[in-house]
């Protein structure tokens, strides 16, 4: 069993099915005896996104509001993971390698919380101890 948290783009391309997620973290996000975290600063730049007219198949779900997408998120077996307080102050803390603040957000929370990323951002490999899985 291991615990990974999925950025963005890992997760908006396995809900799609994307045939674009790497073979291993497909097989992450599916195997069951894996707890899979999506993160609110994912959420929050989505709605953003969508809001932005940049992801407008997500519009409905976006809008549905947030009991329907934590109810979404748990039927799939994601589990939602909010932003703490010792997360903010972690983002704030880390190296300037990432000027995104979504990013960073999902750094500080994978490093707090021991979770492995799923991404394919490869500047966060620039970030000693976070351990990675590229999607």
Partial sequence: ???????????????????????????AITDAENILFVSLASLWEMAIKTANGKLPTYARL?????AFLEDSLRDSNFTFLPIALRHALAAAALPQHHRDPFDRMLIAQALDEGLILITNDRIFALYPGLQLLPA
């Fill in 1 to 27: 069993m291991a615990r990974y948290l999925l950025d963005s783009n890992a997760y908006l391309n396995f809900r799609d099915n994307s045939k674009a997620i790497h073979k291993e973290a497909f097989e």
């Fill in 62 to 66: 976006i809008a549905s509001g947030p």
